[in-house]
């Protein structure tokens, strides 16, 4: 049995063409897939199905993908579930609103399946593997960064992060000091080893600064070049 037939997909598109293309590559991977054509039942069967990601459309009708996404991540059960957002919708804005929205990647249509199947596998493979080697434990200021729980407290309160906003900031603090570019971080933390929009790296760096709060500022911006998590806070370095 493949590791891929232990994962559950759902694919949400108004199109069934669309949705139907996508499944049957992703069944040819071993992958179990439904797909959902009407976009307001998604949620329920999101819930019922509990997938290990979810690829949306984001221009449906009655409800879109942004929305859906949206109720994923206030949703206890489903916060955590990956989503790739596949579109039509090319414009940079609508590229970083569906990033900020919570989502993992984004793919416009036309899109090669060949890549969206790869980038799946990418998602899955970083979201299921455990550090190796990993402190149990990293600590900058206030943050607590606990590998082995895979979870992060703020003054001993969790705070609810992504998959990929957990491993962004255990790359940062695990390598603190060290300027990280966000080419290394695409190939790092996203698996990309091509070359794509980098934006994607600037956008979740910020959803993760906003989810720090006053603790933020450990994420330190090299300009033009990347990020570094800082081995002082600033107010200290210049004290």
């Known amino acids: 049995m493949s590791e891929n037939s232990r994962k559950k ?3 949400v598109d108004d199109e069934s063409d669309v949705a139907d293309l996508v499944a049957y590559h992703l069944k040819a991977k071993g992958f179990a897939v439904e797909t959902v054509n009407d976009p307001t039942q998604s949620i329920g069967i999101a819930r019922s199905m509990l997938p290990d990601l979810v690829i949306l459309d984001v221009m449906m009708p009655e409800i879109n ?17 990956p989503v790739i957002f596949l579109t039509a919708k090319v414009e940079e804005n609508d590229r970083v609103q569906g990033l900020e929205t919570g989502a993992d990647d984004y793919i416009c ?15 899955l493979r970083r979201t299921s593997e455990k550090p190796v080697d990993a402190q149990p434990k990293l600590i900058a200021g ?3 960064l606990d590998a082995e729980r895979h979870e992060v407290k703020i003054n001993g309160d969790v705070v609810e992060l992504t998959a990929t906003e957990f491993k962004l900031l255990h790359l940062l603090m695990e390598r603190r000091g060290r300027v990280q570019t966000r080419e290394h971080l695409l190939i790092n933390v996203w ?4 070359e794509i929009e980098t ?10 600064r906003e989810k720090l709060g006053e603790e933020a500022e450990w994420i330190e911006t ?9 081995e002082r806070r600033a107010q200290e370095s210049s004290a």
């Not at 993908?65 to 579930?81: E, F, N, S, T, W």
């Not at 060949?114 to 799946?120: D, F, G, S, Y």
């Not at 698996?191 to 091509?194: M, Q, R, S």
């Open 9 to 11: 997909i759902l694919v």
């Open 199 to 208: 934006r994607t790296v600037d956008t979740h760096v910020r959803r993760l």
């Open 142 to 144: 206030a943050i607590e």
């Open 222 to 230: 090299i300009r033009g070049v990347g990020y570094r998590m800082a």
């Open 109 to 123: 249509k036309p899109f090669s399946t060949k890549e969206l199947v790869l980038r799946v596998q990418n998602i």
């Open 65 to 81: 993908g942004i929305q859906i996404c949206r109720m994923l991540r206030a949703d206890p059960k489903l916060k955590q579930v």
């Open 191 to 194: 698996n990309y080893e091509t």
